[in-house]
């Protein structure tokens, strides 16, 4: 019998037949077997489809009979606190479960940009197994290509709406918005004003949508001029702000719907000749470390980044031993944190 399965082993179709059938290189067939990315879709496909019709057996990536030892962290930029707070969180989970983590950070020139062509192949070849990516999410193609090669992976606050089945952590940012209002609502304010991010990302509009609710059950008329949009970044939120001011009735407060834009409000107002918060009261989302660098300190709500960094890492792990979370969508909660940025309006 052993003789048997040996002589069936070895009778089985080699890489040249399946190039063959496939009509391409061996080299080519080569690629795709070992999941090379630099393989055109049409090819692949065909590629694909003769392995399979013709019964050729891949020898699997990864021991099964081993744990696997190494997760990949694929983040925006390393200068970026929010990807530090990240990393913490993940670290401290890999290490609990035995898991190395390797950071790439090299992918994206820009946080608008996706991942760069071939890090996949790089990916494979140090075994890794399993991805996390956090503001560095993958191109609809390299989407396709985890899922065929069964390559486990999760997004941490990803920026875009992920595609139907993938596994994400993040925030609860409808309820972080409702707070922040509710917050300056209770000062006494009604003239808030919200600075949102790109109007096409899904935690932006969540945010804002938090605060129009707030607005509406406290029986504040929501203004359309109020509500601005914004790029993440200090320049954009500097001149949105200086827009608010320009109104003829400018607000007393403003809801920064990420921390990384309150710099840029400072500014405007600072130009101005305006102070935080005796002429205009600042709260912001995240609660990255400038929160508390910034003067005043700023008031703001906090989003636990390395939490739902662990979160992720977990459900990775789940993942690698081959079960599907109950839920593809993983929210954790949001809180307000009180600092210096926020007070009764000017002349209450």
Not at 138 to 149: E, F
Not at 256 to 262: A, E, F, Q
Not at 324 to 346: D, F, G
């Amino acid at each position: 019998m052993a003789r048997t399965g040996s002589a069936s082993v070895a009778a089985g179709p080699t890489l040249a037949v399946v190039a063959r059938e496939a009509g391409v290189s061996v080299p080519t067939a080569s690629k795709v077997v070992n999941g090379r990315e630099d393989v055109a879709p049409e090819t692949r496909r065909r590629v694909t489809e003769a392995l399979d019709r013709l019964g050729y057996v891949r020898r699997p990536r990864f021991d099964a009979g081993r744990p696997p030892r190494l997760v990949d962290l694929v983040v925006h930029s390393l200068e970026d606190s929010a990807s530090g707070a990240v990393l913490h969180g993940a670290e401290e989970a890999a290490h609990d479960a035995g898991l190395e983590i390797v950071v790439s950070a090299a992918l994206t020139r820009s946080r608008s940009e996706r991942p760069e062509r071939g890090w996949l192949d790089r990916l494979l070849l140090r075994g890794s197994a399993g991805i996390l990516f956090h503001l560095a999410e993958p191109s609809g193609p390299q989407y396709a290509w985890l899922a065929q090669h069964r390559v486990p992976f999760a997004l941490v606050d990803p920026d875009h709406e992920p595609p139907p089945g993938v596994v994400s952590v993040g925030g609860a940012n409808w309820q972080g918005g409702m707070t922040a209002t509710e917050h300056l609502l209770a000062l006494g304010h009604e003239r808030i004003a919200v600075i949102a991010g790109n109007r096409h990302t899904p935690s932006g509009a969540a945010r804002t949508a938090g605060y129009r609710s707030a607005l509406a059950a406290a029986g504040v008329r929501h203004r359309p001029e109020y509500v601005r949009h914004a790029d993440p970044g200090e320049g954009a939120a500097r001149r949105r702000m200086r827009e608010l001011l320009d109104l003829p009735e400018p607000p007393t407060a403003v809801f920064v719907c990420s921390d990384r834009m309150v710099s840029g409000v400072y500014q405007a107002l600072a130009e101005r000749g305006l102070r935080v918060p005796d002429d205009l009261s600042v709260v912001g989302f995240d609660d990255l470390p400038e929160a508390r660098w910034l003067t005043p300190a700023l008031t703001t709500v906090r989003q636990p980044l390395s939490e739902m960094a662990a979160t992720a890492l977990h459900l990775l792990l789940r993942m690698m031993d081959g079960h599907r979370p109950e839920s593809t969508r993983t929210e954790l909660s949001t809180r307000l944190v009180e600092r210096a940025s926020t007070a009764v309006p000017p002349g209450a």
